[in-house]
């Protein structure tokens, strides 16, 4: 493989590295906030400028008149339209309906081959590529970080769907009686509503002030307005009450999110990460428990369940990747 | 396309056709009760003589020794194992870990391909070559008769999975309480046992005979032991307070089935069928409207639902265009 270039263009961070190897191994790459200014064209002319400096700094410097077009792929915390990049909304940049893509083609011109992909997609594909499911066909990713997400390999490719939303797990539904909990998708009783870290927090905060819970997490973390979800996984892995009826009521309903997604994907790895998970092994355990009770036998047979590998890296190489195996496209 | 032979081996009966053009009209078809004798090699010996007598009696005759062999889909009611076509089980025929596929190829020998599928795989694939989803690349399609089967399309291929199970939406759950349904499959609150048609039957019986329902569907049905979902679905359109709780209390538990289901895969055709479904117009109506709120705007927005349109040609249709398609391999 020569070289590719990823971005990873979340809600606060802008990340890039250049690979050359099949693998995951970053030969250089780059970090910086994204700050204050989210405007599209300022934000295409930064990362145009860090692909440039990655192009050449890399061994081997940047491409010549003559050769192939540098694959660039860009992970982005957005919804797409369309697989030109076209972005529908994007709540962490405040954009709607901006020609992402094209706007980078335009900017980086034909020595690149530029591809857009949701952020978690290319997360995805990054642990397929390089990390918890390489090798596998058929792969679920679940990551819980703030908010749920989740990216879908089926039969060795990447499910894009019929307009590039496939895996919205974070909007399934776990409850629809009438106190089913407010999503700021405007929807209720999606599972993102109860486990996603932004409620989850709020939730522990309320709890906690609320002195319903005289809670081992209170002595964990130091002091009650500091209690967070990685403080209540530690306290319930101690026995707390509190912290145990809270995962206890929350493990059942992300354990029957994953399963039911599973008896419909049938993948061979489960792969669970994001800001929350990675801090609340106890949770992760539980969760995994319930799902081995919840899941059809038929589809845990095939099945094992993996913590993300590759960190801030995957959304980066993934993206690369993709970008590499030939669905980037060069500017004009 | 040249002649492709396609089999549907149900629960019941045994249907076949000879398909030559591309679209879904049979040129020669087939139906005979499966009966008693289930023993596999019964049924290969049956199905072999029905697949020649159709290669025969096509126009144009049966295939010549210089030929290429000719294709041979079989969609059969079981859990696969393998693309090969080894049953793991199949409660329907009685079967545990029969290689089926084998076994057929090794009778029809090198003159035919042939290729084995989950029947409700090969009645997805049916709708989406000549059906109800005509054209459409991400498919999922749900069939609720006695059980409830689901198959999904995604990006054009069909969804296999790890080990042939994908789509198993049937035992999704919607209840993980502790009075949860409990269903065949050995599991609690799938979906299969509130709506699939065996489960619901029962239920109908049960509440008429206790007179807890004294119900319109009782005088249209004429008997109360008579009654069954076309009755109370028509009771339903006239108003009747029973069977409108009954479907009120089942129309969302279908409907979440479906919203989390296209959450993950993002479709862009809906296709329902199966006995239930094609007799009950009122409860498929509330389950689009309740459907229309519980999914989320993005995943509605490229979806349009349909009913399924080959009935009982699907599975024949299908299973022949799947091994036309190149996925059936020659015997010995």
Redesign the interface.
Known sequence: MSLAIGIDLGGTNLRAGALRAEGGALEASHRELIGEDRAAGALVDRIAGVVERLAGSAAGGGPGANDAPVPVGIGVAA?LRDPRGTV?RSPHLGWRDVPFGRLMRERLGPRFAVGVYNDVNAVTWGEAVAGAARGC??VLAVYVGTGIG?G?I??G?L???????????G???VR?DDSAAPCN???R?CVEAYVGGSYLDRRIRREVAAERARTQAIRIAGAPDRVNAAHVDQAAAEGDEWALALWRELA?MLA??L???L??????RLVLGGGLLSRTPTLVSMVDSALRI?A????L???TVAMAELGDDAGVVGAARLAAAGTAVAGP
């Open positions: 919804m529908a066909r058929d989740g879908v089926a039969g490719a499910l894009d769907g019929a307009t590039c939303c496939a895996g919205e797990i909007h399934v539904k629809w998708c405007g929807g009783g059942p029957v999110t399963a039911n997604a008896a419909v994907l049938n993948s061979e919840v059809p036998p038929p589809i047979e095939p099945l």
